[in-house]
Structures are given as structure tokens and as C-alpha cells.
């Protein structure tokens, strides 16, 4: 297992972290899993015994029982651990239940706490932008976090480079501790965060942490042109989490996965996670299982490495077109910055 630096921070985390939506599975995440208290353990072994030393959940996971069932499940290991947890989400009825206020964060830090079993949190990440409450406000209370020990890393989610560059400024203008990380949506089939994210996190030295890196399971596979998905799956055109626009497009990627993992003999998700590490300013990508030997399987990406060739053959098959202003930037490209290459660099090579 490799180890990378998250974001400016000192912290090393494992390329791989456990996702434990599914610790619980109630309500939305019943779908994802439906985990207890022992399965966790010997999902935690797994992860441990292959090097993961990150597990990330959130306090609306199942109303807070995922938080519950990784505290128990890592018992006494906790210090050996990193944990990462979400406040912003609605936990309540209330209508100061949700938002990052300086109300709900710290009442939604004190029960995270004491669900995790735990007296501090090592990543604490804002789920969700929100646009009511003043920066200052949400980040004044970080900091008080992080200054009292409850929290020793603060991160965003789900948030637009423009809401990071803010929080980051803001942070900076009042010296309070800035965000270290952004985790958000990113895989083969869904590239958005290339435009304006990724860019911005070289830039600013953050490190992106990856959920859904399968596309919910779009990429393991088992969805194929002219193949019957097995049986209780959804069905392509009902995605939401990430959309399928184009599932003609998508049953390309697939198809190239699938052939990139028979060369290696391996699964077409390891493929899928493995050109997911490969990129730009990715520090972990986060997989969550059903079962132990999904949870082997998607492990094992953590040591395959794709050929420059496999990785432009991906590249290829889930390409899009530039939106404005970047193919403007790439028309009068000559003062690019390591920051702007990332996404334009493979199109100047491209004109030669």
C-alpha cells in the first residue's frame, strides 16, 4: 500500500480508505449495505491486514449508526486508525438540525464523538456547500475544533473550486486553519472535476479524496452491451448518482476496462480505481463492499499500475469536449501553469 501526504498537511494516508456507508445500511444506504458490528470487524481486518489506515463515514449515514458501528468495530484500535467523518447534512427535523452553523457543527461534532467512541476526530469534513451561512462563521468553528483537540484536520466535500478558493481565502484573510482536503465525485465515466476542481487543488496543495471511484457500481463490469445485469441490479438509465448521459458512451468505457483487465488478469474495477490514482492531485480513493471479497478485489487496485498506453486508451474512450473558457486557453496556450496542464496538457499533445 502506498501512502500519500494530504493535501500541505503532514498526514500520510493509505491510497485506499474504507468507505462505510454501508455499516448499518438503513434508509438510502440500504442499497450499499447492510453491514453490522461484526461484518465491520472483518472488513476493518481486511482493509488493515492490505495497509488501509483511513475509514471514512459521516454522521448522516444511517442517522448515525455507521459512526456507531466503526467505533465498536474498531474497539481498542482506534488509535492506529484515522477516522474521517461529515457534518452539514440534516440530523433532525429542527430547523437548526442541518447547515454548518456554529450551532449545528458543534452539537453535530459533541454525537459524533460520542457514536465513534472516540475523543477526537482526525479529518472533519464539511458534506455539503452551504450558502447561507457566513464562511467565517462555519470556519471560526473549525478552528475552535481543532485549537480544543476534538478535531485535528479539517476538510470540504462536494465542494465547487470557486466555494474552496472562498473558504480558503476566507481562512487565510482570518488565520484560521484551512481546509486540507476536498472530497467529491471522480472516475472514468464521470471527469467533471478535471475542468476547475483538480486545477485548483494543485494550485492550493489540496488533496482530493474520492468517493464512488466505481460509479456506484457502473464500472465493476457486470453492465455490459447486451448482457443482462444480474438480477436486483438497477438499470443503467435510471442513474442518478452519477447520471449516465450517454449510456452508449458508458458501455464504451466498460468494454475498455474490461479489456485493460484481461491483459492484466484482473477485475475491471481494479482498472477503474487504478486510473483514478493515477491522476492528478488524487490522494484516496474511497471503496466501500457488500461483502469481503468485494472488498478484496478493489484492494487489490492499490497495486496494479496502468501503462501510459492503457491510461490514453481510457482517456480516449470517456473523453469530452472542453468547455469555454478552457478550449479559449488552449487556443492561446503559452503561458500554462502545472495547474492549468492538468487538464490541457494531453490536448496540446494532441495538436502535435
Given at each position: 500500500?502506498?501512502?500519500?501526504?494530504?493535501?500541505?498537511?503532514?498526514?500520510?494516508?493509505?491510497?485506499?480508505?474504507?468507505?462505510?456507508?454501508?455499516?448499518?445500511?438503513?434508509?438510502?444506504?440500504?442499497?450499499?449495505?447492510?453491514?453490522?458490528?461484526?461484518?465491520?470487524?472483518?472488513?476493518?481486518?481486511?482493509?488493515?491486514?492490505?495497509?488501509?489506515?483511513?475509514?471514512?463515514?459521516?454522521?448522516?449515514?444511517?442517522?448515525?449508526?455507521?459512526?456507531?458501528?466503526?467505533?465498536?468495530?474498531?474497539?481498542?484500535?482506534?488509535?492506529?486508525?484515522?477516522?474521517?467523518?461529515?457534518?452539514?447534512?440534516?440530523?433532525?427535523?429542527?430547523?437548526?438540525?442541518?447547515?454548518?452553523?456554529r450551532h449545528h457543527i458543534?452539537?453535530?461534532?459533541?454525537?459524533?464523538?460520542?457514536?465513534?467512541?472516540?475523543?477526537?476526530?482526525?479529518?472533519?469534513?464539511?458534506?455539503?456547500?452551504?450558502?447561507?451561512?457566513?464562511?467565517?462563521?462555519?470556519?471560526?468553528?473549525?478552528?475552535?475544533?481543532?485549537?480544543?483537540?476534538?478535531?485535528?484536520?479539517?476538510?470540504c466535500s462536494n465542494y465547487?473550486?470557486?466555494?474552496?478558493?472562498?473558504?480558503?481565502?476566507?481562512?487565510?484573510?482570518?488565520?484560521?486553519?484551512?481546509?486540507?482536503?476536498?472530497?467529491?465525485?471522480?472516475?472514468?465515466?464521470?471527469?467533471?472535476?478535471?475542468?476547475?476542481?483538480?486545477?485548483?487543488?494543485?494550485?492550493?496543495?489540496?488533496?482530493?479524496?474520492?468517493?464512488?471511484?466505481?460509479?456506484?457500481?457502473?464500472?465493476?463490469?457486470?453492465?455490459?452491451?447486451?448482457?443482462?445485469?444480474?438480477?436486483?441490479?438497477?438499470?443503467?438509465?435510471?442513474?442518478?448518482?452519477?447520471?449516465?448521459?450517454?449510456?452508449?458512451?458508458?458501455?464504451?468505457?466498460?468494454?475498455?476496462?474490461?479489456?485493460?483487465?484481461?491483459?492484466?488478469?484482473?477485475?475491471?474495477?481494479?482498472?477503474?480505481?487504478?486510473?483514478?490514482?493515477?491522476?492528478?492531485?488524487?490522494?484516496?480513493?474511497?471503496?466501500?463492499?457488500?461483502?469481503?471479497?468485494?472488498?478484496?478485489?478493489?484492494?487489490?487496485?492499490?497495486?496494479?499500475?496502468?501503462?501510459?498506453?492503457?491510461?490514453?486508451?481510457?482517456?480516449?474512450?470517456?473523453?469530452?469536449?472542453?468547455?469555454?473558457?478552457?478550449?479559449?486557453?488552449?487556443?492561446?496556450?503559452?503561458?500554462?501553469?502545472?495547474?492549468?496542464?492538468?487538464?490541457?496538457?494531453?490536448?496540446?499533445?494532441?495538436?502535435?
Amino acid at each position: 500500500m502506498e501512502y500519500r501526504q494530504l493535501g500541505k498537511s503532514g498526514l500520510r494516508v493509505s491510497t485506499i480508505t474504507l468507505g462505510t456507508m454501508g455499516f448499518g445500511g438503513t434508509g438510502f444506504a440500504r442499497t450499499v449495505g447492510q453491514i453490522d458490528v461484526d461484518g465491520a470487524r472483518r472488513q476493518i481486518d481486511i482493509a488493515r491486514d492490505a495497509g488501509v489506515n483511513l475509514f471514512d463515514t459521516a454522521d448522516m449515514y444511517s442517522a448515525g449508526l455507521s459512526e456507531e458501528i466503526l467505533g465498536k468495530a474498531l474497539g481498542a484500535d482506534r488509535e492506529d486508525v484515522l477516522i474521517a467523518t461529515k457534518v452539514r447534512m440534516p440530523m433532525g427535523e429542527g430547523p437548526n438540525d442541518a447547515g454548518l452553523s456554529r450551532h449545528h457543527i458543534m452539537r453535530s461534532v459533541e454525537a459524533s464523538l460520542r457514536r465513534l467512541g472516540t475523543d477526537h476526530i482526525d479529518l472533519y469534513q464539511v458534506h455539503e456547500w452551504d450558502g447561507v451561512t457566513p464562511l467565517e462563521e462555519t470556519l471560526t468553528a473549525l478552528d475552535d475544533l481543532v485549537h480544543a483537540g476534538k478535531v485535528r484536520y479539517i476538510g470540504c466535500s462536494n465542494y465547487a473550486a470557486w466555494h474552496m478558493m472562498k473558504s480558503l481565502w476566507t481562512a487565510d484573510r482570518h488565520g484560521l486553519t484551512p481546509f486540507v482536503s476536498n472530497q467529491v465525485h471522480y472516475s472514468v465515466q464521470t471527469r467533471d472535476i478535471e475542468h476547475e476542481i483538480v486545477p485548483a487543488a494543485v494550485d492550493q496543495g489540496i488533496g482530493i479524496l474520492v468517493w464512488s471511484p466505481l460509479a456506484g457500481g457502473l464500472l465493476t463490469g457486470k453492465y455490459r452491451r447486451g448482457v443482462d445485469a444480474p438480477a436486483g441490479s438497477r438499470h443503467v438509465e435510471g442513474w442518478d448518482e452519477p447520471p449516465v448521459y450517454d449510456v452508449e458512451v458508458l458501455y464504451d468505457i466498460v468494454e475498455e476496462l474490461v479489456a485493460i483487465a484481461d491483459g492484466h488478469g484482473v477485475a475491471p474495477s481494479q482498472v477503474a480505481l487504478a486510473y483514478v490514482l493515477a491522476k492528478p492531485a488524487v490522494t484516496s480513493v474511497i471503496v466501500g463492499a457488500r461483502n469481503e471479497q468485494q472488498l478484496q478485489q478493489n484492494l487489490g487496485a492499490a497495486d496494479l499500475a496502468l501503462t501510459a498506453e492503457e491510461m490514453e486508451r481510457l482517456e480516449q474512450v470517456s473523453a469530452t469536449g472542453l468547455p469555454y473558457p478552457f478550449w479559449h486557453h488552449l487556443n492561446a496556450a503559452d503561458r500554462l501553469s502545472p495547474a492549468d496542464l492538468t487538464l490541457l496538457a494531453r490536448h496540446l499533445r494532441d495538436r502535435g
